[in-house]
C-alpha cells in the first residue's frame, strides 16, 4: 500500500493489452485527511487529453465511474470537512473571472460565513433557552432573563442580519460582475472613454458624428469586479432609419444597466439635447463624465452640476488618460457602497433569501415579546430564524437543497 501523502512516480498500463498509457505521480491520502474525508488517490498524469481519456477509460474498466458534477464537493460536505456554505464558495472559486472574485470565494470556502453568523445563532439559542425555561418551569423561581432583556438580545442581533443583508448588493455584483453602459450624444466621444475604460482600441473612433451605429460590449474588471462594457450609438434627434434602431437599443441598454455613464463634450457649449437627455436617465447609479478636458473647457462649474444633478461629474480626457482613474474610483464606489468592499460579503442569493427569512423571525418573535403576548408564539418565531440561518451552512433542511446546488457545478470536482 502507498506511503499516504507522498507522491511516488509509477507507470500506468491498461490491463486489457498491456500497453503502457503513461508515466503519471500518484498521491494517496488516507481518511479522513483528504478533500472528501474518505480515502483518496490522485493521479497526476501529463496534461495529453488522450491520456487522460484512456486512464479514465482504464479505470471505469476496472469498476470505477465517472464523478457527477460537484460530487467530491458534496462528499466533503456530507463527511463534514466543509459546511455547504464553503462547498457552494467551491463553485465560485472555480468560476471566478477575476484574481479579487477568487479571493473573496476563498474566504467564503474557509468559513467565513459560519464565523460572522455565529453571533447571531448564540444570541437566538440564548433567547430561546430563556424563553422555554420559562415555559417549562413557570412555577420554578428560575433567574430567566427579563423580556426586555430579551428582546435587547434578539434587536441586536436582527441588527447585524440586516447588515449582511444590505451587503448583498455589492456581493452580487463581486460574484456576478455589474452591467456599464456608455451613453451620451453622437461625436461627445463615449467610443474613445469606452476604448480608455477598457485599455485598448475596441471601438472604432472618428471625428463623424454616429460612427457608433449599434451597441459594441466588452467584458472588463474594474477594481477586480468583472464588468460588461456597452458602448451605445449616440442619442439625438432625427437620424435614418438603422440609425433610429441603434439609438433604441441605447435606450435600453441605459435602462438596463446597473452604472450610467453620460459623456458629453466639454469643449462645447450646453444645449437641451444634453439636459433633455439627462432628464431620461433615471438610474440612480450614473456619473456624468465631461470629456476633452484637453481642450478649453466651455461649460461652468454651475453648468457642470445643473447637468448632473444628483450624480457626480467627472472632467475627463479619453485622449489622455486624465480622470479615467477617477471615473474608475467612483463607478466602485457606486458599486460597493461608500466604504471599500474589504470585510464579509454576501454574495449568494440563496444566503441572502434565508437571512431575509430569519430576520422576519427574529422581528416576529421580538414583536410578540413586545406585545406581551405567550412566550410560545415567540418562540415558534425564534426557532424558525435559527433554522433559517440553518439553512446557510446546512445544518437544516438541507436534504432538498443538495440536488439543486451541486448539479449547478459544470465538472465532477
Known amino acids: 500500500m502507498a506511503e499516504p501523502r507522498k507522491a511516488c512516480l509509477r ?14 505521480v500518484i498521491t494517496f491520502f488516507e481518511a479522513p485527511h483528504s478533500y472528501t474525508g474518505e480515502n483518496l488517490a490522485e493521479i497526476s498524469p501529463h496534461g495529453n487529453p488522450a491520456i487522460i481519456v484512456a486512464i479514465l477509460d482504464t479505470l471505469c474498466h476496472l469498476g470505477a465511474r465517472l464523478a457527477t458534477p460537484g460530487e467530491f464537493t458534496m462528499r466533503a460536505f456530507l463527511y463534514g470537512r466543509i459546511d455547504l456554505a464553503g462547498a457552494e464558495a467551491v463553485r465560485d472559486i472555480i468560476e471566478a473571472r ?7 470565494a476563498g474566504r467564503q470556502r474557509d468559513g467565513a460565513p ?11 439559542i440564548d433567547a430561546i433557552v430563556n424563553l422555554e425555561s420559562t415555559v417549562e418551569f413557570a412555577e420554578e423561581d428560575l433567574p430567566t432573563a427579563s423580556r426586555e432583556a430579551i428582546y435587547a438580545l434578539l434587536d441586536g442581533a436582527a441588527q447585524r442580519v440586516e447588515k449582511l443583508i444590505h451587503s448583498f448588493r455589492t456581493g452580487r455584483f463581486i460574484r456576478e460582475g455589474f452591467a456599464l453602459a ?16 477598457l485599455g485598448r482600441d475596441r471601438s472604432i473612433v472618428t471625428d463623424i458624428p454616429g460612427t457608433t451605429r449599434d451597441l459594441v460590449s466588452e467584458d472588463a474588471a474594474i477594481g477586480g469586479i468583472p464588468v460588461r462594457l456597452e458602448d451605445t450609438a449616440g442619442l439625438r434627434e432625427g437620424g435614418d432609419e438603422i440609425e ?9 441598454a441605459a435602462a438596463d444597466a446597473d452604472v450610467v455613464l453620460l459623456v458629453v463634450d466639454a469643449n462645447r457649449n450646453l444645449t437641451e439635447e444634453e ?6 436617465l433615471t438610474s440612480p447609479t450614473g456619473i456624468v463624465i465631461l470629456n476633452k478636458s484637453d481642450l478649453p473647457a466651455r461649460v461652468t462649474e454651475d453648468e457642470k452640476q445643473a447637468l448632473a444633478g444628483s450624480w457626480p461629474h467627472i472632467d475627463a480626457s479619453a485622449k489622455t488618460g486624465h480622470g479615467i482613474d477617477e471615473a474608475r474610483a467612483a463607478i466602485l464606489k457606486l458599486i460597493s457602497g461608500e466604504k471599500e468592499p474589504d470585510g464579509f460579503l454576501v454574495t449568494n442569493l440563496r444566503h441572502c433569501q434565508a437571512l431575509e427569512k430569519a430576520l422576519d423571525g427574529l422581528k416576529r418573535g421580538a414583536a410578540a415579546l413586545q406585545k ?22 446546512g445544518e437544516t433542511n438541507v436534504e432538498n437543497l443538495l440536488d439543486e446546488i451541486f448539479s449547478r457545478f459544470c465538472v465532477g470536482k
Open 11 to 24: 507507470r500506468l498500463s491498461d490491463p486489457r493489452s498491456g500497453e503502457e498509457i503513461d508515466e503519471a
Open 98 to 104: 477575476t484574481l479579487y472574485q477568487a479571493r473573496m
Open 114 to 124: 459560519a464565523k460572522e453568523l455565529k453571533p447571531v445563532k448564540d444570541s437566538l
Open 182 to 197: 456608455i451613453v451620451g450624444p453622437p461625436n461627445a466621444g463615449k467610443s474613445s472613454v469606452f476604448n480608455a475604460l
Open 244 to 252: 433610429n434602431l441603434g439609438m433604441e437599443r441605447s435606450r435600453q
Open 275 to 280: 439636459y433633455g437627455l439627462r432628464r431620461q
Open 372 to 393: 406581551g403576548m405567550s412566550e410560545e408564539f415567540a418562540l415558534f418565531d425564534l426557532r424558525g430564524a435559527l433554522d433559517a440561518l440553518g439553512e446557510i451552512t
